[in-house]
């Protein structure tokens, strides 16, 4: 049984960091990991993602430069440290596993296994 759990949201200011985790269990091959959100009245997006082989990682533009995904393939845990963080970043965030290709998928529909999610929101 696959299981992706999400740890490390909550609270914080406009400008602070948090740093997201998501523990994976069940995934008997190697996956392309990433983190997608959604925000209240909005679609789920693309955040980051990261290849299977820890290769190649992806990232949405308005994430460029301040968010970082990184893996520690041998506890299997899947990071997203966020920085510089900004209102519009307010979600909840969602890690999820996808099917094994040489870049990381930028749409929700690639991927096959899903979190439950943890709450980012950010005050001004």
């Known amino acids: 049984q696959v299981q992706l759990v999400e740890s490390g949201g909550g609270l914080v200011q406009a400008g602070g960091s948090l740093r997201l985790s998501c523990v994976a269990s069940?995934?008997?091959?190697?996956?392309?990991m990433g983190w997608l959100r959604q925000a209240p009245g909005k679609a789920r997006e693309f955040v980051a993602g990261?290849?299977?082989?820890?290769?190649?990682?992806a990232y949405a533009d308005s994430v460029k430069g301040r968010f970082t995904i990184s893996t520690d393939n041998a506890k299997k845990i899947v990071y997203l440290q966020m920085n510089s963080l900004r209102s519009e970043d307010t979600a909840d965030y969602y890690c999820?596993?996808?099917?094994?290709?040489?870049?990381?998928?930028?749409?929700?529909?690639?991927?096959?296994?899903w979190g439950q999610g943890t709450q980012v929101t950010v005050s001004t």
């Open positions: 990261v290849s299977w082989n820890g290769a190649s990682t």
């Open positions: 069940g995934l008997t091959f190697s996956y392309n």
């Open positions: 999820a596993a996808g099917r094994r290709t040489l870049l990381p998928a930028q749409t929700p529909s690639s991927y096959d296994y």
